[in-house]
């Protein structure tokens, strides 16, 4: 560089992302500007190649490396440098290790040129690219970790390793900037399991494994490049054989999305059940019927799907047949009723019968099933995507068919008399709706309970109710002010409303106490037009409260407990469904009657008392309770139900039962009742029995 050339600033290079195609950039170089100074960082050991053309005077230029990390550049820095006569082309073409690189342009001597700067970088590949030269990998229970990359000119990277045991195996890959995918393969090569998330989401397969010997296998999805960081280990697990017939038990746990068909028994049909997490399904060939269930996602809105993976295939090679057309999907009985699966067909006639799956992943695009409004706290709804709502919401977003009647302490309202701003259009029986319980209590539960079921949707505001459409009556039964209803006199209006329209009623009841002989004898008496939803209490305790306790009496009544989702009110991690139970503070109620269980601490619309008296505007984070597990239970019934009005309300309870997804011990049990409810599969249901098939 000439003495007298201008200096040069790090904080001014342009940052370049570049990879294995030749990235082109333009400019002008002059003896009175600033050189021109680029940066651009490596993940891992590359071939570089750069080009500077297209000259018309002459410029050289360098490539450095700010070792010091002072921000000067030493001349021992200066790792290549071209510099050849007058407008003939200059180029650098070395190795580099990982680390951030400058690239200085400058002229030489008082003259001005454009130029053309071309730059491209070829990671190096350690890992075999086909399963035959597969580098091998020794793996313990010590996370083994290992840095390459995946592209259009290695689009495959496979690894092998060997177990000396049955041992669970850990699999995450991570590091992703570009999509890439995850597959364990056995000795011949077939898939065991697969994770094919979207994007750059990490990668995870966690599989219990019997001795012998595997491959995995990292691929670029569309020939995206991307470096990565594989991390394995495996867990030896202890054996126990049984006294009887001495076959042996695995006390690990197998992955739930891929377990591996007994290739001894003939099989036609191969079933795969989900988890409440996201779970990647792997189709496995050499069935006429493949059957998966997703089971709703609590992880959805971190962008983790429930995910089909048929990568190896692409988009056009299939026939698909989607249940939310006009008598479109396949009705299957998986063993808890009848309900409409999605259907794909290969060209060989085999089939996937498929529910609560967000994605299908093929080898040319991604298809997202899923309904996902604009509402700005909707990825925080994890209660929403644990039921399955956003697939439910295929095939209905509620009818007018349906009323929801709330019956609680009414609403909040602001200064100006007006309810929460993203509660839609709400129906009142006189004046009786307004929050006046306790009128030192510092929030409106019902505006918590109706923003669950009822908040406006896909409004760019705030989250989304369950029920977008449904016709909604709000009654304050609670405080004993003037206007109020008590539970039957609120019962009555709500009944003589639904049957004047001609419509089906939901009846929300987020709250436990004693009820007369007159609100029994209605439930009674509509058996197959209105269903109680009802709290199961908050004690913790062995007895379900009243009138939730009413479930074991009438086929109407569903008695509500509460799940938690993958972590608690205070943030500690939970397993999804499990029953909340707090040693000094609440815990769901469980015993005999109880229906089914909700997600509790979830969002929905808040209204907070203020120092006038009215009401404040807001959404709280952690609706919790039987309370809310309820107001959730009523939303899902009002889609089942407007998917099939002709339906009764002891019909729609055993729909809700039947479909659950199962907790605690097999069957019914009185921790869980008949499960965690399962909006979609619930939807799918109740559209088979309109079909026709009982």
Avoid: C
């Avoid at 808890?336 to 999605?342: A, E, L, P, S, Y």
């Avoid at 009647?405 to 129906?427: E, F, K």
Wanted: avoid cysteine.
């Amino acid at each position: 560089m000439p003495e007298n050339a201008p200096k040069i600033f790090i904080d001014s290079a342009t940052q370049l992302s570049i990879n294995t195609s030749p990235q082109i950039f333009t400019d002008t170089v002059s003896s009175l500007e600033a050189n021109d100074l680029y940066s651009f960082n490596l993940k891992g050991r590359s071939s570089f190649d750069l080009t500077l053309d297209g000259l018309s005077a002459d410029a050289d230029v360098k490539l450095i490396q700010d070792r010091n990390g002072n921000g000067k550049f030493e001349k021992d820095e200066t790792i290549a440098y071209s510099n050849k006569a007058g407008k003939l082309a200059e180029s650098i073409r070395t190795s580099l290790e990982a680390g951030t690189y400058y690239i200085e342009v400058y002229p030489y001597g008082n003259i001005q040129t454009n130029y053309r700067l071309s730059v491209s970088a070829v990671p190096f590949d350690s890992a075999g690219n086909t399963i035959n030269d597969a580098h091998e990998v020794a793996i313990d229970s010590q996370p083994k970790s290992i840095s390459d990359w995946v592209g259009k000119l290695d689009s495959k990277d496979y690894y092998k390793f060997n177990l000396d045991n049955t041992s669970d195996l850990n699999i995450v890959l991570d590091g992703l900037s570009a999509d890439a995918d995850l597959r364990l393969l056995s000795s011949q090569g077939n898939i065991l399991a697969s994770s094919v998330n979207l994007g750059t989401l990490n990668e995870a397969i966690a599989q219990t494994l019997a001795a012998g010997t595997y491959y995995v296998q990292v691929n670029s999805y569309n020939n995206s490049e991307t470096y990565y960081n594989l991390h394995l280990s495996a867990f030896p697990i202890e054996i126990i054989p049984t006294s009887a017939d001495n076959t042996t038990v695995n006390t690990g746990i197998t992955s739930v999305s891929s377990p591996i068909p007994t290739s001894a028994i003939p099989q036609t049909t191969n079933t795969f059940q989900g988890t409440l997490r996201a779970d990647t399904f792997t189709y496995q060939s050499g069935y006429s019927r493949t059957i998966f269930s997703g089971n709703g996602n609590v992880d959805y809105g971190s962008g983790a799907r429930d995910l089909l993976d048929l990568s190896d295939f692409i988009s056009s090679s299939v026939v698909l047949n989607y249940a939310n057309s006009p008598d479109g999907g396949v009705v299957y009985n998986s063993g808890n009723g009848n309900r409409i699966f999605d259907a794909l067909t290969f060209g060989d006639g085999s089939e996937i019968l498929f529910e609560g799956i967000e994605t299908i992943k093929f080898a040319d695009t991604t298809m997202d099933l899923s309904v996902t409004p604009n509402d700005p706290l909707f990825s925080q709804q994890w209660n929403l995507h644990s039921m399955g709502v956003h697939n439910a919401w295929r095939f209905t977003t509620g009818a007018d068919n349906v009323i929801i009647g709330i019956q609680d302490t009414g609403l909040g309202v602001d200064s100006s008399g007006n309810i929460h701003p993203d509660l839609r259009g709400t129906n009142f029986i006189g004046n009786n709706y307004l929050d006046e319980w306790s009128k030192s209590s510092s929030f409106s539960h019902g505006t918590l309970v109706q923003g669950t079921i009822a908040a406006a949707s896909n409004n760019g505001i705030g989250g989304a109710g369950i029920n977008w459409n449904s016709d909604v009556i709000n009654i304050d039964v609670v405080g004993d002010d003037a206007p109020d209803y008590t539970l039957a006199t609120a019962t009555q209006a709500m009944i003589n409303r639904a049957k004047t329209q001609g419509k089906r009623l939901v009846v929300n009841i987020s709250l436990a106490g004693g009820y007369s002989s007159e609100f029994e004898q209605l439930i009674a008496d509509n058996q197959n037009t209105a269903l109680f939803v009802i709290a199961a209490g908050n004690g913790n305790t062995n007895t379900i409260s009243s009138p939730a306790d009413l479930a074991q009496k009438y086929g109407n009544v569903v008695a509500v407990g509460s799940s938690w989702g993958n972590k608690d009110y205070f943030g500690n991690a939970r397993t999804p469904g499990e029953r909340i139970s707090y040693d000094n503070w609440w815990g769901s109620n469980y015993g005999n009657g109880l229906t089914v269980t909700a997600p509790s601490e979830f969002t929905s619309t808040s209204a907070n008392r203020n120092a006038s008296g009215s009401f404040d505007f807001g959404y709280n984070q952690n609706f919790n309770g039987t309370s809310a597990s309820t107001a959730n239970v009523s939303g899902v019934a009002s889609l089942i139900w407007s998917v099939n009005p002709n339906l009764s309300a002891t019909q729609i309870k055993a729909i809700i039962s039947e479909t659950a997804y199962d907790l605690g011990s097999q069957g019914y049990d009185t921790v869980y009742g008949n499960g965690f409810i399962n909006a979609d599969a619930g939807v799918r249901r109740a559209l088979a029995i309109a079909r026709g098939f009982a």
